[in-house]
């Protein structure tokens, strides 16, 4: 049976009779590649390329590319490719038939099934798309609710802590009703199963059956990057909940990981990439007053601590890397548990390349408090006071130590010189144990960075900025060496002897209407390294520059004809920018460059080749034949000479 596949030619689920094939050809035309991508990662254009934080592996330096024109994607850290559908098919975990079904959603595409009756619903049961539409049902039920009599105590938890109606339908506040199962006969209603419901955790079973997740509760959506809802947060209103918790979350589920959600975020997150700035709260009405009082990069964990899954979502989304400084703002409550909560973000705060910093409210008050008390500009002002988080550990561990005594003092600078040697910039530290020495009381400031220095592993006697280490090769960046039992290897993209086999691959996958009968008519003798020849010989099986495909369906058609091993090279070549000459936008002329001098490689080695053989046999003897070959040579020599001067344009 014939499959559908992704662009890096892997198969990703059958799908002949269910979904036609030019709806999955629009769904890819409709979304354009670097709208998706932005949603979940920061994109900027460097020079040619669109690039970011690849959101598949950990990285500091932008590895990840676009190509916005083409269609596809690819990491050169990882080795990740593929078209928008790919993208969300990994990101999301789908299936394929799922992600299509998600970005024609997404684009109002209404999808036609073949095969007719209910074949489709069958086959969703118990999907990531089935419980997402289940929560999107859900939700609405919920909203509704929130307008009823029964949900009166909810409305005045809202308005006693300052947010109107259209404060709640922003955040889309909701209730749970009273009563064991209404959500559930809802949804079985709607068409949805019970093991369907209990493995989206929307209901549980009872005593005496099932019954719903959440009763008599506040609720708040817990939505993912794009915004699709994936969970509910629940506040306790009533005094006769049997439940104590104040709060009570959506367990864990295929499509809802607490340590990888943060509420907020579909709210914030242009913001965030726009300012590159976050806001990190404690709570859900903490971000409703943060976004309120004009502070829309606020977002909170849900139901767990800020931990190193959150820290990766908002450096995609800001672009945090070795060359941009964002900051992100820890907002924490005054009290103690707050003060040990802003400690705990310290202790992280290295795996942020951003500047850090905490903001923490008077008199004990969150956020949300804070602008009940003092209205909105005591919130902006909140955020606009913050301190640097280091400064803030600091002075705190200072304050457990007797400082007007000089056992007190000598102890501090032994628990604190640690702390500041974490600091990567040698810079930065050394200003930090500038300030420490003020901070003590200690006259021998020099005493103080010596210390410092060598809980840092530096000499004593370095000076910031002086005699640097040569920084090691990014392991990001660059093509990913794989290794694989068989199949050719893979090329180093730097070699300039194959420069002009890579360019030429590149021409025929990203502009085939220029490569053109030029590039299908190259024989397989131009391409010397067996990578390069597999994936000519694959562009030629696809059907060539003539085929009538371009974007990710000629890269996916390609994928799908050469060794699976060198399927992510696809993607590689087709996001990798043409080495275009300095203040050159002729691309057609550059291709025709490419090709020209690509062939008079191929017709030099034949020259070369004829010429040893000349050598090899008598102009008596083998008269004939002698002067049979000069002829050639006469010939290829004269077309040679016409190439290299077409090849020049590709310098």
Known sequence: MPTARDASGLDSVTVAGRIRESDIAQVRDRNRIDDVIGEYVAL?????????LCPFHDEKTPSFNVRPSHGTFHCFGCGVGGDVISFIQQYEH???????????????????????????????????????????IAHQFYVELLSTPEAQAARDFLSERGFDADAAANFGCGYAPSGWDKLTKHLLGRGFELTELYK?????????????????????????????????????????????????????????????????????????ARRHQAVVVEGYTDVMAMHISGVPTAVASCGTAFGSDHISVLRRLMLDDAEFRGEVIFTFDGDEAGQKAAMKAFEDDQKFASKTYIAIAPEGMDPCELRQSKGDTAVRDLVARRQPLFEFAIRRML?????????????ALRRTSPLIAQIKDSALRDEYARQLSGWLGW??????LRRVRIAAGQSPDARAGRQRKPQPVDPDQGALPVEVPSGPARPDPRDPGLRLQREAIKAALQIPALAGPVYDSLSDEAFTHPAYLALHQAVLAAGGTACGLAGAALSGSVAEHCPETLRSMVTELCVEPLQLPPKSDDDSRYVNGVLSALQASLVGRQIAEIKSRLQRISPVTDREEYH????????????????????????
């Open 94 to 136: 789908l299936s394929f038939t799922e992600s299509v079904e998600r970005l024609a959603a997404r684009v109002g595409i209404q999808i036609v099934y073949t095969g007719g009756g209910t074949g489709s619903v069958q086959r969703d049961r118990g999907t990531n798309s089935r419980m997402l539409e289940a929560h999107k």
């Open 200 to 272: 989206a955790g929307l209901s549980k079973e009872g005593r005496q059956g099932p019954i719903d997740r959440f009763h008599k509760r506040l609720l708040w959506p817990l939505k993912e990057l794009a915004g699709d809802v994936v969970g509910f947060g629940a506040r306790r209103i009533h005094d006769d909940d049997p439940i104590q918790a104040k709060y009570v979350n959506t367990a864990e589920s295929p499509i809802f990981k607490k340590s990888k959600v943060l509420f907020g975020i579909d709210l914030a997150k242009r913001e965030i």
């Open 443 to 448: 006259d021998d400031t020099a005493e103080v």
């Open 628 to 651: 049979a070959l000069f002829g050639d040579l006469v010939a290829l020599e004269e077309y040679h000479k016409g190439l290299r001067t077409q090849g020049m344009a590709s310098r």
């Open 399 to 411: 304050a457990d130590h007797d400082l007007d005594r000089a056992e007190g003092r000598v102890e």
């Open 44 to 52: 900027r254009r460097t020079g040619g390329a669109v690039k970011g």
